[in-house]
Structures are given as structure tokens and as C-alpha cells.
């Protein structure tokens, strides 16, 4: 592991980097930010968020928890959420998981880990809705992995039914949210098929994205 100073001197390169493939890089930087994308995704240190979908610092607004949960008392969540609809005006909103998450799999286990098992409650909530359909699996790995696609569909719900996403599709906003899910192995995301425009898709686009993942998902590989 680096120590600080390797830290610090990372960091004089890549701006120097940056500099040299931009001159005028941090310039624009400075100036108020204009993401399009509000990206809900997990802690983990391995699912960078700007890398993995080839956007630069200011494009893409980030909010990241264990395991990528959306909870209507989280107020650091909705904040980030208020923010970047009101203020920001993003347009699109995407919730995206990824393959092998240790917080879905220890919710899934029932271990206990300390003071996260209060927060990773709202992921066994999720898996007791789907206990058939989990226990129908043939493996830990494909019920795993199974969790973490439903978690993603049922956390980007709970981003429909916030009253700031609801608010802002009544004023007639074009706001879209969007179901995905990343890949460690290979690096690539997939589309959940949850994508939804207006408050009244809701219901159906929740019926077809769990229907389409059941069928195709990754769980089933």
C-alpha cells in the first residue's frame, strides 16, 4: 500500500498529466460544474465511477454507499439527490450495483459485522421479497449475484418514489432513472432494463426489469 508521500507525488503526476493533455484542464475545472449524470453506486474501491463510463471530473455527480442503497431517511442521499436535480439540473439518475458486492453478500449470509447490520437491514428486506426466487438458485455465488440485480431494481424504485424525483417529473422535468450493473471481471456494465420517465412507468418498468433479468441475468450463467 503507498504510503502518504507515494500519495502525494501520484498526485503531482497525474496533474501533470492532466496538464500536459490539457492545458487548460484545471481552468475549466474551476468553473461551476454541469454533470448530465447523477451516479448512485457502492463504496466499493474498486467500482470507480468516472472511469468505468469514460467521463472526466465534472460530468459525472457521485453519491456512493455500501452497497448502493437509496433509503427515504437517509438524508445525506436525498441531499446529493435534491442537489443535483435542483440545483445541478442532471437528467438522467443511475443506480448501479456490481457483481460480487460484499455488503449484498453478507446481507445475504445474515453475518453479523458490527454497526453496518443496521444499514444492510434494508438489503435483507430485499431478499426476504424475493426468498423464492433466490433459494430456486444453484449456487451462493448466482444467488449473490442475483441479490445484487434486485437490489439495484428496488433501490432505483426507491429513487421513483422520493418526493424530489416525483416533484420534479409533476413540474414537467425530462428526468430519467436507470437500473445497472457493473462487472469486476470484465469490466463492463450491464442495463437492468429498469429505465423510467414518468411517475405513472413506475409499476411496469419494475414488473420488466425483474421479469428480463430473471431470465437473462448473469445469476443464471
Known amino acids: 500500500m503507498p504510503a502518504r508521500p507515494q500519495l502525494f507525488a501520484n498526485n503531482r503526476a497525474w496533474a501533470a498529466k492532466m496538464k500536459a493533455q490539457d492545458p487548460q484542464f484545471f481552468i475549466k475545472l474551476t468553473r461551476q460544474q454541469h454533470p448530465r449524470y447523477l451516479w448512485i453506486g457502492c463504496s466499493d474501491s474498486r467500482v470507480p465511477a468516472n472511469e468505468i463510463v469514460g467521463l472526466m471530473p465534472g460530468e459525472l455527480f457521485v453519491h456512493r454507499n455500501v452497497a448502493n442503497v437509496v433509503v427515504h431517511t437517509d438524508l445525506n442521499c436525498l441531499s446529493v439527490l435534491q442537489y443535483a436535480i435542483d440545483v445541478l439540473k442532471v437528467d438522467r439518475i443511475i443506480v448501479c450495483g456490481h457483481y460480487g458486492c460484499g455488503g449484498v453478500a453478507a446481507a445475504l449470509r445474515d453475518e453479523s459485522l458490527g454497526l453496518i447490520d443496521n444499514w444492510l437491514l434494508h438489503i435483507r428486506d430485499v431478499a426476504r421479497k424475493h426468498q423464492g426466487q433466490l433459494a430456486a438458485l444453484p449456487s451462493e455465488v448466482a444467488r449473490v449475484d442475483r441479490l445484487v440485480e434486485l437490489n439495484v431494481i428496488e433501490q432505483a424504485v426507491n429513487v421513483c418514489d422520493t418526493t424530489i424525483v416525483k416533484n420534479a417529473w409533476a413540474s ?50
Open 172 to 221: 414537467g422535468r425530462d428526468l430519467a432513472v436507470m437500473g445497472w450493473v457493473y462487472s469486476l471481471h470484465d469490466g463492463l456494465l450491464r442495463d437492468l432494463s429498469f429505465s423510467v420517465h414518468r411517475a405513472d412507468e413506475v409499476a411496469a418498468a419494475y414488473r420488466a426489469a425483474i421479469s428480463a433479468t430473471q431470465v437473462n441475468g448473469r445469476h443464471g450463467a
